[in-house]
């Protein structure tokens, strides 16, 4: 069964920088495309990044600049790094898969969830 599970959540103060991480069990890794979504109080889930197979990235545009996908194939892993945070991106982020090698900023495209990693900025 696949298993996606989100860690590195926390609270912090704006400005500062986090990453998440996100361990994959149950398919393979190395030609799947992985995306983060992220779900903030009282909003829709929106896109934040995806990387696909070769490590080829998409980001949403309010988040350009400041956040970084990353993969680790011998780890099974994907990160989300996080860079001068503020207060609006607090959000519980998640961690999406597809079994399909190119990552694709829509939600729908994604069959694998995980359940989530709390962050909340504080100002």
């Known amino acids: 069964q696949v298993q996606l599970e989100e860690s590195g959540g926390g609270l912090v103060q704006a400005g500062d920088s986090l990453r998440v991480s996100c361990v994959v069990s149950?398919?393979?890794?190395?030609?799947?495309?992985f995306g983060w979504f992220r779900q903030a109080p009282g909003k829709e889930r929106e896109f934040a990044a995806y990387?696909?197979?070769?490590?080829?990235?998409g980001y949403a545009d309010a988040l350009k600049g400041r956040v970084t996908i990353s993969r680790d194939n011998d780890k099974n892993t994907t990160y989300l790094q996080i860079n001068s945070l503020k207060p609006e991106d607090t959000a519980v982020y998640l961690c999406?898969?597809?079994?399909?090698?190119?990552?694709?900023?829509?939600?729908?495209?994604?069959?694998?969830w995980g359940q989530g990693t709390r962050v909340t900025v504080s100002s």
């Open positions: 990387i696909n197979w070769s490590g080829t990235t």
């Open positions: 149950g398919l393979f890794f190395s030609s799947s495309a």
């Open positions: 999406a898969a597809r079994d399909h090698p190119y990552g694709s900023k829509s939600g729908a495209e994604y069959r694998y």
